[in-house]
T-cell receptor
C-alpha cells in the first residue's frame, strides 16, 4: 500500500533563505508526483508536476526533483519570501486513480 | 485562467440530512474527482469519475455517497444521511489526462459542518 511521508511537518526560516522540503513514498510504481500549496482554509494550488520519467521540474523560484528508485522528491524554494508561507503537499499518482497525499509541511517565512 | 469552481463554500447541516456539493470542472477536462480533508488530517481520495461512470472509489465512499454529472458542466457529490464524522472540507478536482502528464487542478473546496 502506497504511503507518502513529508518531513519536516513544520518549518520556520528567515526571509531570503533557500530551503528544501522533503517527500518520500513507499512504492516506486508511480505515474507522476505533484507538489501543491495550500493556504489556510483554502484549496490546493498546483505548483509543479514531475512525470515518472523526469528528474526535475522548475517554475520560477521553485525546483522539484524526483528520484523514483529511492522513492524521494524534494521541493527547493529559493530566496524565500513571507508570501511563501503556506502548507506544501506532495501527492503521487499510482497506476490506479487513487492519488495519495502526504500530510504536508507547514512553512513559515519570518520577515 | 480556467479553474475548478465549487459551491457552496460552506454548508452547515443537521445530522441525518442530505447534502449536495456542486462542482464545475475545467471545461475540456475528462476526469473528475472528489477528495476530502478532515481538519488537521491528510487530503483523502473519495472517488474518481470518467465517461459518466465511477472509475475508482475508496473505502470511505460507502453507500451514503453518490456522484453524478447531471449535465455537461456540473459534477455533484451527494451525501444521503450526514453523520458528524462527515464534517470536513470537500475538494473537487479535474484533469484532462489520466496519465503521467495529467496535472490535477483543485477547486477552493466546500466546508461541510454537520451538527
Amino acid at each position: 500500500k502506497q504511503e507518502v511521508t513529508q518531513i519536516p511537518a513544520a518549518l520556520s526560516v528567515p526571509e531570503g533563505e533557500n530551503l528544501v522540503l522533503n517527500c518520500s513514498f513507499t512504492d516506486s510504481a508511480i505515474y507522476n508526483l505533484q507538489w501543491f500549496r495550500q493556504d489556510p482554509g483554502k484549496g490546493l494550488t498546483s505548483l509543479l508536476l514531475i512525470q515518472s520519467s523526469q528528474r526535475e521540474q522548475t517554475s520560477g523560484r521553485l525546483n522539484a526533483s524526483l528520484d523514483k528508485s529511492s522513492g524521494r522528491s524534494t521541493l527547493y524554494i529559493a530566496a524565500s519570501q513571507p508570501g511563501d508561507s503556506a502548507t506544501y503537499l506532495c501527492a503521487v499518482r499510482p497506476a490506479d486513480d487513487k492519488i495519495i497525499f502526504g500530510k504536508g509541511t507547514r512553512l513559515h517565512i519570518l520577515p | 485562467e480556467p479553474e475548478v469552481t465549487q459551491t457552496p463554500s460552506h454548508q452547515v447541516t443537521q445530522m441525518g440530512q442530505e447534502v449536495i456539493l456542486r462542482c464545475v470542472p475545467i471545461s475540456n477536462h475528462l476526469y473528475f474527482y472528489w477528495y476530502r480533508q478532515i481538519l488537521g488530517q491528510k487530503v483523502e481520495f473519495l472517488v474518481s469519475f470518467y465517461n459518466n461512470e465511477i472509475s475508482e472509489k475508496s473505502e470511505i465512499f460507502d453507500d451514503q455517497f453518490s456522484v453524478e454529472r447531471p449535465d455537461g458542466s456540473n459534477f455533484t457529490l451527494k451525501i444521503r444521511s450526514t453523520k458528524l464524522e462527515d464534517s470536513a472540507m470537500y475538494f473537487c478536482a479535474s484533469t484532462y489526462r489520466r496519465t503521467n502528464t495529467g496535472e490535477l487542478f483543485f477547486g477552493e473546496g466546500s466546508r461541510l459542518t454537520v451538527l
